[in-house]
């Protein structure tokens, strides 16, 4: 059981170029999440997908596009990368474990520097 | 608009001393919260969580917490630290049976131990 796995685990990128990060997880979750980590700034919500077939903005989205593949895996593109996109980027899924009470499980990150 | 604080952003503490995280949240009513706790390079674990009930939860590690409504704070206790323990300490709240699976996170304090 890996948990939550994310390719690659760095990457550097030009201005402009594009990429996709992959996340996939083996609980068989519902719910996967991408999140950015800034300095100071705590982890902020980028996209979510709280069943296959469906995804949601969350409070950073400019700049980004997901896609829920199956049930497994949640993809994250930068279709043209700025500087302001460096950050590292965590994937999550949840599992419901109690009347409306979520437990999220954090994959190891990819720490991403845009030139 | 709800959110969760973290005070203190860099914590210093001796090896073998007690320590205490704050976190303080902002809510009508009682939320769901969490500590994670984020080692070097790493991703996020979960601590412990608090939906009802008891309001002094233990989780991993020997690390506890105490919801106290009347201060709106959730913080995190452990009664001697050891080296292993310095890393980033992350307060997360979620609104409960709101159909929102969305953490917000605190801004994160790190924690650093000295010999």
Same mark, same amino acid.
């Given at each position: 059981n890996a948990g939550v796995t994310q390719t690659p685990k760095f990457q550097v990128l030009k201005t402009g170029q594009s990429m996709t990060l992959q996340c996939a997880q083996?609980? *068989?979750? *519902?719910s996967m999440y991408w999140y950015r980590q800034d300095p100071g700034m705590g982890l902020r919500l980028i996209y979510y997908s709280a069943s296959e077939g469906t995804t949601d903005k969350g409070e950073v989205p400019n700049g980004y596009n997901v896609s829920r593949? *199956?049930?497994r895996e949640f993809s994250l593109r930068l279709e043209s990368a700025a500087p302001s996109q460096t950050s590292v980027y965590f994937c999550a899924s949840s599992e419901q474990i109690a009347g409306g009470a979520y437990e999220q499980y954090f994959g190891p990150g990819t720490r991403l520097t845009v030139t | 608009a709800q959110s969760v604080t973290q005070p203190d952003i860099h914590i210093t503490v001796s090896e073998g001393a007690s320590l205490e995280l704050r976190c303080n949240y902002s809510y009508g009513a009682t939320p769901y919260l969490f500590w994670y706790v984020q080692s070097p390079g790493q991703g996020l674990q979960l601590l412990l969580k608090y939906?009802?009930?008891?309001t002094l939860v233990q989780g991993i590690k020997g690390f506890e917490a105490e919801f106290k409504r009347s201060q709106s704070s959730f913080n995190l206790r452990k009664p001697s630290v050891h080296w292993s323990d310095a890393a980033e300490y992350f307060c997360a709240f979620l609104r409960p049976n709101f159909g929102n699976e969305k953490l917000t996170f605190g801004t994160g304090t790190r924690l650093t131990i000295i010999p």
């Open positions: 083996d609980m *068989n979750h *519902n593949l *199956n049930k | 939906f009802s009930g008891d």
